[in-house]
DNA sequence: CATAACCGTTTTCAATTCGAAAACAGCGAT
DNA sequence: ATCGCTGTTTTCGAATTGAAAACGGTTATG
């Protein structure tokens, strides 16, 4: 899978590496970029001043800054997905069901992109936010995805992306890897036990309203809290009927 | 206010225009493209392609459309803002007590941009999502922004924007408006009684830790619900201690 | 089933445009 | 008042872009 552009466009290039390297460094003065880049003052300045008559850039004293218009881009994009338009009120309820933190999330270049999340009552605070990429092997909604996904695409991610070391609990070889999925095929449901994180624990549902799947969905709490609960609240049985609903109102959307 | 590049970097703004109609169009093929700008098809194809190394764009088929790269942008950039930061932890836990929409929002080009919601358990479903850009004179929350900026500030954004009607309750004309502000600054708070959308009403109150307003917090119900419950549970003082809180928390982070 | 129409991709090369370098200007510090 | 640092502008040679045409793969049509 090789997405070299065969004739790519240079100038364009040069904006892009402004653009990541300004969200690098949460802004930046132009002789700091220069030094970043291997670009010339003046080259940036031209650059930097085309990004911000549209909007993408603002110029705050001698500080350039990537602006929220990314944020509504964004948004845009994220409102085209089903599982988010559909997923976004199932969501909300399961969190207030549960009063745990409820995850949203689909797959993009062998990644898990969150798309929303919502907060019941005692929802934990976490590091992940809409917008964050997180590798698919040592969380339950990457397992519940890549589950669902061919085998070979499986290979493809996991030799792009690797296995690795995140907690003692995390999956660092492809057979496990593959057991495991076997085992969320079998079950519907995906589970982290402390892969990713120390302390916290996933379930996930895949959302697969055809022959694709589309993502899945999770709920997030305390290892203690979610030991405590799920056997009586029947936790699992919440999150894959959440997920069937929202797999449902696609499929006859 | 001029944001003329004087030497723009056309070959950088063919590639925005092409982002923004992906955007407008929520994807498409070239010919397409082709059809509603001005550039040939082996143009676009090389900025395509050169979009979709960079993750900028994706390809299914022969259809190109925006990826989520947007979106984990954005998740960036918002992340940068002390008043998303502080406030969120807050307007979850407005959210909680008044089981009322909650929105948090900054100014950038004279326009609100959503930074973040949280829904209480009876929050109304709206057209308002994270990252959308609205009007200042016809929302609670812009109006409790514009109350805060300097007047030749709010007079060039009325210049720029305008006061377009939306309800018969939108304010239309400057006078009115400045006086509306007046009134904003004596109460500490701000109203939009169904002067953007029919049958809504919001309160908000200015989060402003130091000389610069940084943006506000409000609350959104159906007309009733709100003419019901503000008096007997201080829905104004809530909101205004809240933006308090967020003010202080930042001042003194 | 053959053929045509269509469309995305590639190639070539002339025209455009970019940006290196240098000069300028504005601000802050000394 | 002067110097130094940086952002902006200018100029022009060099790099790169993209128009046009050819190619090739896929879908539609007779």
């Given at each position: 899978m090789t997405t070299e ?101 689909t797959e993009e270049h062998g990644q898990s992109v ?19 990429r997180?590798r698919l092997h040592?969380?339950?909604?990457g397992k519940?995805i890549l589950a669902y996904l061919p085998d070979e695409r499986v290979e493809a991610i996991v030799d792009e992306w690797g296995l690795p ?6 999956i660092?070889d492809r057979e496990?890897l593959f057991?495991?999925l ?30 694709d799947i ?40």
């Open positions: 552009a065969n004739h790519p466009v240079r100038t364009t290039e040069k904006s892009l590496h402004l653009i990541e390297k300004l969200r690098e460094l949460d802004g930046a003065r132009i002789h700091v970029l220069e030094d970043e880049l291997e670009m010339t003052k003046g080259a940036i300045h031209n650059h930097l001043s085309t990004l911000r008559t549209h909007g993408y850039v603002i110029k705050e004293g001698n500080e350039y800054r990537l602006s929220l218009k990314v944020l509504t881009l964004g948004g845009y994009v994220r409102s085209n997905y089903s599982i988010y338009q559909f997923g976004r009120p199932k969501a909300n309820k399961l969190a207030a069901d549960t009063g745990m933190l409820v995850n949203l999330a969150y798309l929303y999340q919502a907060r019941g009552e005692y929802a934990v605070n976490l590091d992940t936010q809409v917008g964050h997180l040592n969380i339950a909604i519940a070391t995140e907690t003692e609990n995390t660092t496990t057991e495991e076997e085992s969320v095929r079998e079950q519907g449901f995906a589970t982290d036990l402390e892969e990713r994180t120390e302390g916290l624990c996933c379930i996930a549902a895949p959302i697969q309203p055809g022959d589309l993502g899945a969905i999770s709920i997030s709490a305390p290892t203690s809290r979610l030991g405590d609960r799920a056997f009586d609240d029947d936790l699992v049985g919440q999150v894959k009927s959440t997920a069937n609903e929202i797999a449902l109102d696609i499929k006859y959307m």
